[in-house]
T-cell receptor, first 121, second 112 residues
């Protein structure tokens, strides 16, 4: 089992509130990610980080922001929640450039947290 | 645009049968490949990496065909617990986060 944690697991909140979704991992992984996934739909990368003080935007535009002050911690913040933000948010981590398979392929495995299911009323 | 295509299914398969599904990818420079499993309302979990020579883990076999740009997953003697969505994941950029592309998943239902 991967040691990556997310809190809260479920959050129901009113429009306009500021929220922070927490993600932490104890594996010492350099790379961390945030994905957004609606029910029955594919994962969309919204933010990622290569390490401390590194943050990048993903493929899907998002009004959220992230920070990476410590290796193990990668919180995601929504300054003003809206109903369109209702979704599941999944955090993941992987070792940066760590692994290769027997045939030299990069096997940079991502491990996912349990997710935060956010509902904005 | 990098693309990873999967048949969304659902594949309805009787228990004990063998089932296989493919995933095609558009970027010939893709470097690494994975199958993840995602149960309903849960997080994706790594099922297996896919090596050039193919690999097998119990009832599961993964194959990579670089010439035709697809990977496959074969499940033998399927169990009810195999019911899930199987995600194909392709990494294009040597480990860079922006190189990781997830397919939409193939929904598998094993019926008693």
């Amino acid at each position: 089992e991967a040691d990556i944690y997310q809190t809260p697991r479920y959050l129901v909140i009113g429009t306009g509130k500021k929220i922070t979704l927490e993600c932490s991992q104890t594996m010492g992984h350099d790379k961390m990610y945030w994905y957004q996934q609606d029910p029955g739909m594919e994962l969309h990368l919204i933010h990622y980080s290569y390490g401390v003080n590194s943050t990048e935007k993903g493929d899907l535009s998002s009004e959220s922001t992230v920070s990476r002050i410590r290796t193990e911690h990668f919180p995601l913040t929504l300054e003003s929640a809206r109903p369109s933000h209702t979704s599941q948010y999944l955090c993941a981590s992987s070792e940066y450039g760590g692994q290769t398979s027997i045939d030299g392929l990069n096997t940079d495995t991502q491990y996912f947290g349990p997710g935060t299911r956010l509902t904005v009323l | 645009r990098k693309e990873v295509e999967q048949d969304p299914g659902p594949f309805n398969v009787p228990e004990g049968a063998t089932v296989a599904f493919n995933c095609t990818y558009s970027n010939s420079a893709s470097q690494s490949f994975f199958w993840y499993r995602q149960d309903c309302r849960k997080e994706p979990k790594l099922l297996m990496s896919v090596y050039s020579s193919g690999n097998e883990d119990g009832r599961f076999t993964a194959q990579l065909n670089r010439a035709s740009q697809y990977i496959s997953l074969l499940i033998r003697d399927s169990k009810l617990s195999d019911s899930a969505t199987y995600l194909c994941v392709v990494n294009d950029a040597g480990g860079g986060a922006d190189g990781l592309t997830f397919g939409k998943g193939t929904h598998l239902i094993i019926q008693p």
